[in-house]
């Protein structure tokens, strides 16, 4: 546990201070609709240092750091320009309000990575180091730089606040004066924040920290202060959760994180649809559920379908009922095959068991914590190979009798399943086409606007 | 005109690494122009093929590369040549290691290169084997110039023999050391020097390991007192530090290939470095 803290406690630390500067500028970049300028910004400070060390710098010195700021704030000025220009043609009547920012975002993206290629082609040496500003490995972070990140970004977050009234009105709608310059300001500190965040973490997870915790925030309060505090809440929670999963569960950290978070978005929408149902259900009776429930039968319908006419492909339901009830399964076997089933289990829980232990010992002979003469080793290695493909062996086995079985499950378990479900959907999205048409447009109305 | 027919007289060679092409050379001397169509400081896995390097490959009589599944791109630059060069699948002529994935994939675990690993280069022992084959292509291509090719190789295996016992010389006293690597890149290396790799710190180039992966790296390192961690220029050099740092380790960067590294300029000089390097980083 000790050393799960010693690995773990910096990278935390690094996604704690993300997760509070990132789930702010996420609510403005959302309400903004430039959902992808974060990639953009850290596409053109990664051409900013490849332009660096093209003269002659090295990477990471002072020279490179400023090449790569004004990279950034050239970024910066021509989002603010272009923002402006669409607003003003929009009021004008003019033909360029057509075009979304998040066209202008993409090919800032697309030619600052063009760019950044051409250049390394050119680059005397180092190209892969410009590459690992954008990958970046959370678990590789220092405690200096979670130091300074977390004052850079302090100071950022004090900017913001002290001039958070055009800010805010700027993003969420508003009067502001000097619309252009604070527009720049906004660029500029966020160009700033993701480039130094990808660093850190790398694109993917940067993206997920700047837009989950405001979409989640989004999803549960209208307020500015609610949507903040609903994301800081599950930026934290998720970088926690995150990191220990990954940590239990032996998986690469960013990528951990970055799927915990789609993990918590979709049970909080979840969520929030079951209260929005209940809702409804309350004022309607259970006829409100009409409509999901014909969706569910529906999708029973189709799986039942899926099994009838292919029965060779893959169906995760029923591989799923079939291991927390195998009988689903060996119902449709014969009494030899049903033999086969469980001899095959048997022999794959045994070697597996042994190949774990074997593995184990092959590390140990490797790191030298065990002796085990040449001629030994040797033959631990073929027998790890040859028993390792005895075990894939039985795995094929039980997929073979799956496979027969499934030709059995076809028309006993398939068609069942596709004619109730069938006629089930049926009626229920009658029902709920009934109940709609019954019910007043009046009441439609207010229903929404409440 | 006397110069265009002496071009044309020699033999032109595309080498799909820099290695390969410093062998090609050393055996074909001035009777062959050889070029690398990849450069060893970019990813060999993710490389697009420039409009220059496909007209090396059109007008190339033979084609040299590592062969396995070292070079994905070059099926599709050779699928639009409608005269293809002689082919040298260069792994033919050593003995690989890392061929033992399971045939029937059911277990979970990483394997990059699922036909054995392809860094065969760094035994200098290969360049042996290497050269022979070369050479007989050659002389396919060119009959008459068979004795040419011949005391060419003949004068690289001397300063390749030579080479070898410096090296073995200054490795010796480190026989049996254990390592951590970045990637999986030294296996044959490690084989040739008596050393042996304990582990690699991204068993995928790319995928970063796990925190629980990393602790029990940590743990094993300081339990049995790894010094060295092996990195190379396309390593993640932010982990290895951490890593080291933890442990007491020392990085120390090899070239995996011929011009990965301003120093490594051609096959002998990239083991002189790499060896310098790693005897200086394994003395007490």
Redesign the interface.
């Known amino acids: 546990v000790s050393?799960?803290l010693?690995?773990?406690v910096l990278?935390v630390l690094a996604c704690l201070v993300l997760a509070g500067i990132h789930a702010y500028l996420g609510l403005h970049v959302l309400a903004r609709g430039v959902i992808f300028v974060d990639l953009a910004f850290a596409q053109v400070a990664a051409l900013g240092m490849a332009a660096a060390l093209l003269a002659g710098h090295a990477l990471g010195s002072d020279a490179a750091y400023s090449h790569a700021l004004v990279f950034t704030a050239a970024g910066a000025a021509l989002f603010a320009t272009v923002r402006t220009n669409a607003t003003h043609h929009a009021e004008g009547g003019g033909g360029a309000d057509s075009i979304p920012q998040e066209a202008i975002i993409g090919i800032v993206y697309a030619v600052a990575a063009a760019l950044t290629v051409m250049i390394?082609?050119r680059?005397?040496?180092?190209?892969?180091?410009i590459?690992?500003l954008l990958?970046g490995?959370v678990?590789?972070?220092?405690g200096t730089e979670v130091a300074r990140t977390a004052a850079v970004y302090a100071g950022i977050g004090l900017v913001h606040w002290l001039v958070r009234r055009p800010l805010l009105a700027l993003s969420f709608g508003g009067e502001v004066s000097a619309r252009r310059a604070w527009d720049f300001l906004f660029y500029f500190t966020f160009g700033v924040v993701v480039t130094s965040s990808v660093r850190i973490a790398g694109v993917l997870l940067v993206f997920a920290y700047l837009i989950v915790p405001a979409v989640a925030g989004a999803l549960v309060s209208a307020t500015v202060r609610g949507r903040l505090l609903v994301g800081w809440t599950v930026g934290f929670a998720v970088s926690v959760l995150g990191?220990t999963a990954?940590?239990?569960?032996?998986?690469?950290?960013?990528a951990?994180v970055v799927s915990t978070f789609g993990a918590v978005l979709a049970c909080i929408a979840g969520a929030h649809g079951i209260v929005v149902l209940a809702r409804r259900a309350r004022r309607e009776g259970l006829r409100a559920l009409s409509g999901i429930a014909a969706v569910v039968a529906g999708l029973v319908a189709i799986a039942g379908a899926f099994l009838a006419a292919v029965p060779g492909a893959d169906h995760p339901w029923l591989n799923a009922a079939e291991t927390v009830a195998p009988i689903v399964l060996t119902t449709f076997l014969t009494e030899g095959e049903r033999r086969t089933f469980a001899e095959s289990h048997a022999a794959i829980a045994r070697g597996a068991a042994e190949l774990d232990r074997l593995r184990a010992l092959a590390?140990d002979v490797?790191?030298?914590?065990r002796e085990l003469d040449p001629e030994r080793r040797e033959r631990l290695?073929?027998f790890?190979?040859s028993r390792?493909?005895i075990?894939?062996?039985d795995?094929?086995v039980l997929a073979t009798l799956r496979r027969h079985a499934r030709h059995r499950q076809r028309f006993v378990v398939g068609l069942p399943l596709a004619m109730i479900g069938a006629t089930a959907a049926f009626g229920l999205a009658r029902h709920a086409r009934a109940k709609r048409r019954s019910r007043p447009v009046a009441g439609d109305v207010q229903i929404r606007q409440r | 005109v006397v110069l265009p027919l002496l071009v044309a007289a020699t033999i032109s060679v595309a080498a799909t690494t820099t290695d390969l092409r410093d062998l090609v050379a050393a055996v074909g001397g001035d009777r062959v122009s050889v070029e690398s169509l990849t450069d060893p400081r970019h990813d060999p896995h993710a490389f697009e093929i420039s409009p220059r390097q496909l007209v090396r490959l059109r007008e190339a009589r033979l084609l040299v590369r590592i062969g396995l599944d070292h070079e994905p791109w070059l099926r599709r630059a050779v699928g639009g040549l409608t005269t293809l060069p002689r082919d040298l699948d260069a792994s033919r002529a050593v003995m690989l290691l890392g061929t033992e994935t399971p045939r029937l994939r059911a277990e979970r675990s990483a394997h990059v290169h699922a036909f054995g690993n392809t860094h065969y280069w760094l035994d200098p022992e290969n360049a042996r084997p290497l050269t022979l084959r070369i050479l007989e292509e050659l002389s396919a291509l060119a009959p008459a110039d068979r004795a040419v090719f011949e005391a060419n190789r003949a004068r690289f295996i001397a300063r390749l023999d030579a080479g070898l016992s410096r090296w073995e010389q200054m490795l010796r006293p480190f026989a049996g050391a254990r390592v951590v690597t970045a990637h999986d890149t030294w296996p044959y290396f490690a084989r040739r020097f008596g050393l042996v790799v304990a582990a690699s710190v991204e068993e995928r180039p790319g995928v970063p390991p796990s925190a629980a992966y990393v602790a029990r790296l940590v743990e094993r390192m300081r339990a049995t007192g790894v010094r060295v961690v092996i990195g190379e220029p396309a390593a993640p050099a932010a982990l290895l530090r951490r890593i080291a740092d933890r442990t007491g380790a020392q990085v120390v960067t090899l070239a995996p290939s011929v011009g990965s590294d301003s120093e490594a300029v051609d096959y002998l000089t990239l083991f002189d470095v790499n060896v310098r390097r790693l005897a200086t980083a394994l003395a007490p």
Do not use: C
């Open positions: 050393l799960a010693e690995i773990l990278p390394l082609d680059l005397p040496q180092g190209g892969d180091q590459k690992q990958v490995d678990l590789a972070v220092t990191l990954s940590y239990r569960w032996d998986l690469p950290p960013g951990a590390v490797q790191w030298g914590t290695r073929q790890l190979a390792g493909e075990v894939a062996g795995r094929l």
